[in-house]
């Protein structure tokens, strides 16, 4: 682990330099653009063979050693989100409204200075596939993972594994946290529309109102998970968005409601689909009014198969055990409700996904995933590419030096 990690610290300021002008210039989904050019580019320079505009504009880099069958696929994510930063950063964002508020700057940048040391050192047998994935934060199920899985990333680029790292706000920074099974939730939208009879606010008896439905709904949803799902498992049922008329004497026709619904297992989902489209329809015709529910299903459950995240984690224990960066790692960490697009390669390959800590001495500037200050811990970039490159080599074998 020491020879990796002084040979990533040598090219230490050059990833730091390259994460900051990925954060200076961040990328919507689906348009990363100059983002998959620079990692097309750097990857092409380095030995790999290289796919670009794949599931719109993801880039895949290729490498082969020697003999070896087996073969490991690392995804990194390179997209930004629609917020305007407020980090005051010299190395801000120059695109009006659009930020790094996530990571995916740091992350693409943690593959990358692992591409490098991988290419240099060699030590390995058979093939990386190192996935620079789009729209991560698309959020629909057509999201960067699922295009470019449909569009054969796995028929072209075989992986007997594939890994994902994220960082995490509130964990010491270098900290590597792994977990089998769910580890993030399942993420669904449902859009329900009220359509019942206006009419004047003072006669409501001629009216079928949609609002006191609506209201009734919104109560109403909130047993489905204290009543119906196993309290051992595992739902979250949230209106967002409740909407109806516009003037205080005036019984409108319509109502609208928006719900987030997240659940880790598949059992659980399907039950939260059939008892929110039932109560939803019933509760609408006790009130004499009908209801339309649009049942949108998002990003799955992400779920970590054992033997890959046993197999990650003793890699990790060897890592956070030689490498300065690293603060130890959590070998069971907790699942979060949140979502990722990850999930739909782990439907197709086994692998892990793990969480790497990104606070960083200053408590005060440890921000959320999402805000419109949050920024990468450059701290990090050493670590985890160190993480990467062993992970790749103890997978395929790495060989004795010459």
Partial sequence: ??????LVRRNAGEFIALRHDLHRHPELAFH??????????LLARWGYAVERNIGGTGVVGQLRRGNGPRSIGLRADMDALPIAEETGLPYASVNA?????CGHDGHTTMLLAAAKAIAERSRFEGTVNLIFQPAEEYGQPDSGAARMIAEGVFDKYPCDAIFGMHNMPGLPQGQLNFRDGAMMAASDNVIITIEGRGGHGAAPHKAADPVVATAAIVMALQTIVARNVDPLEMGVITVGVMQAGTADNVIPQTARLELT???????????????ITALVKAQAASFGVEARVDYRRGYPALVNTAAETAFARRVGREVAGETAGHAGIVEQTTPLTASEDFAFMLEQ???SYIFIGNAGADATKDFALHSDRFDFNDANIVPGAVYWTALVE????????A
């Fill in 1 to 6: 682990m020491e020879e990796i990690s002084e």
């Fill in 32 to 41: 990363e653009h100059r983002t998959s050019g620079i990692v097309a580019d």
């Fill in 97 to 101: 409204g659009v930020m790094h508020a």
């Fill in 261 to 275: 619904v997240r659940s880790f297992s598949a059992a659980v989902r399907d039950l939260l689909q059939e008892r």
């Fill in 349 to 351: 390959r086994p692998g």
């Fill in 394 to 401: 103890k997978y395929l074998e790495a060989a004795s030096p």
